[in-house]
């Protein structure tokens, strides 16, 4: 069974459109999170969720909105795509919201914005 | 800039070589953390350090936390064509709540 797990795995779309990505864990974990990676792999955060309640958000223009309907599913919906947020975007659970918690991540979603 | 840096950015050794990569900081860190991703996959953890000056040791990979705790070096011996990935070290940063990810080595071994 995925533990987390993430859809669609690719995306590629037209910029000004808006689209989706879902994520699930079954780890019964507390803490969900959403994560970009470009394109010279560094990984940058970019939200974070504790038992449906927000608790990072970094400076992510608010195109990006997530949104957590349960602790075991946090979605992420993007606004008027841009050419710059083609990257590959990680979905992430752990049990606590402590930043030593190990980090179980989903497979990616490889956005490609055209 | 990035608060943990990595070196080398790119590593490509032959089948059975030895090799080390760092993650080094100016600020000191509670716990660093090791993580390996392959080609179209999540990264996934390798190692936890703690312990300034601590050795963990995973087979053939050895893992040591600075005594100042910031800095970390995973060391590779005889390496084989399944280490080949990318190496992110990461430690928790600001509230805490949150954690950093180094800027990785990207490692090939070739048969």
């Known amino acids: 069974d995925t533990a987390v797990s993430q859809t669609p795995k690719y995306l590629v779309t037209q910029m000004g459109n808006d689209k989706s990505i879902k994520c699930e864990q079954n780890?019964?974990?507390?803490?969900m999170y959403w994560y970009k990676q470009d394109s010279k792999k560094f990984l940058k955060i970019m939200f974070s969720y504790n038992n449906k309640e927000l608790i990072i958000n970094e400076t992510v223009p608010n195109r990006f909105s997530p949104k957590s309907p349960d602790k075991a599913h946090l979605n992420l919906h993007i606004n008027s795509l841009e050419l710059g947020d083609s990257a590959v975007y990680f979905c992430?659970?752990?049990?606590?919201?402590?930043?030593?918690?190990?980090?179980?991540f989903g497979p990616g979603t490889r956005l490609t914005v055209l | 800039t990035q608060l943990l840096e990595q070196s080398p950015q790119f590593l490509s050794i032959q089948e059975g070589e030895n090799l080390t990569v760092y993650c080094n900081s100016s600020?000191?860190?509670?716990?660093l953390q090791w993580y390996r991703q392959e080609p179209g996959e999540g990264p996934v953890l390798l190692v936890t350090v703690v312990t300034g000056g601590e050795v963990k040791k995973l087979k053939r990979l050895t893992f040591q936390f600075g005594d100042a705790r910031k800095d970390s070096s995973l060391h590779i011996t005889a390496a084989q064509p399944g280490d080949t990935g990318l190496y992110l070290c990461a430690g928790p940063y600001s509230s805490a709540s949150k954690i950093i990810f180094g800027s990785g080595t990207r490692l090939s071994i070739r048969p």
């Open positions: 992430a659970s752990s049990p606590n919201r402590g930043g030593t918690d190990t980090q179980y």
């Open positions: 600020s000191v860190f509670s716990s």
């Open positions: 780890l019964g974990h507390d803490t």
